[in-house]
């Protein structure tokens, strides 16, 4: 269905165009969930994918978890789950709270710092606008990562009177050619990724202190998946993940 939005919103570059792609979230296991069959579609097309955590997610967990070893066990999932997915350079911010999460200045400056280093031509992040039908996906921090996210593109990573500090850092104006939202209320875009479903769902199981007790994992997964994929036409037997994609310098 075409929305006054969509029809607004180009199709993406090409992924022989993209060399490098940055991928933003607020916690381990948010962009596996959201994304992580399209990370292996880009991983296996050359594509150079960086995952920034923008925090280590020591809110999650089952009741019964080791709240203060938290933050280390997510970062080792995290950086297992994207191994499954062709990805190595995973990064994390220090200093932001699991749940207390702000588009502050301190992240933006944060966020301009890592994409000015790793100069991606495709940025992915959390949707800044909440989606009501699926208020899930919009936790209070995913919102304010993608919001932080967002203007950290623009203007600032392409601005040298942006934290000019920066520039004595070595890290120049960079400017990113196209943003991906995932969990977006208004998707643009669909990626099969009937190939590469196997990897999703490889991915998600390294994060067992948040997935080991869903025996229905691959099914509901498998589930959301054809839906996307019905819903824009891929095929019968298809899987798809989805996105808003918003065209920025290119």
């Not at 999932?77 to 062709?86: K, N, T, V």
């Not at 190595?88 to 207390?100: A, I, Q």
């Not at 209320?185 to 190939?195: C, E, G, L, N, R």
């Not at 691959?218 to 918003?246: K, P, S």
């Amino acid at each position: 269905m075409t929305t006054a939005y969509s029809a607004r919103v180009t199709a993406p570059i090409d992924d022989a165009k993209i060399e490098r792609a940055l991928v933003v979230a607020a916690h381990p296991d948010d962009a596996d969930f959201g994304c992580a069959g399209t990370l292996a579609v880009w991983t296996a097309a050359g594509i150079e994918v960086t995952l920034l955590l923008v925090t280590r997610g020591e809110q999650g967990g089952l009741a019964d978890a080791d709240s203060d070893g938290m933050p280390a066990l997510r970062e080792a999932e995290q950086r297992a789950a994207s191994a499954r997915l062709g990805v190595s350079d995973v990064r994390f911010l220090d200093g932001f709270r699991d749940g207390w999460l702000e588009p502050t200045f301190e992240l933006q400056h944060d966020i301009v710092r890592v994409i000015r280093d790793v100069r991606p031509q495709r940025i992915l992040c959390q949707s800044p606008e909440r989606w009501y039908d699926r208020l899930q996906a919009s936790h209070p921090d995913h919102l304010a990562a993608g919001e932080a996210t967002i203007r950290a593109c623009y203007p600032a990573a392409e601005n040298p009177f942006a934290w000019p500090e920066l520039l004595d850092e070595g890290l120049a104006p960079w400017k990113v050619g196209e943003i991906w939202l995932m969990a977006h209320p208004h998707p643009t875009h669909a990626v099969d990724i009937t190939d590469t479903f196997d990897r999703k769902v490889a991915a998600l199981l390294e994060h067992s202190s948040q997935t080991g007790h869903r025996e229905d994992l691959e099914h509901f997964l498998r589930e959301w998946g054809v839906g996307v994929a019905n819903r824009f036409g891929l095929g019968e037997g298809r899987i798809g993940e989805m996105f808003g994609v918003v065209r920025l310098n290119a």
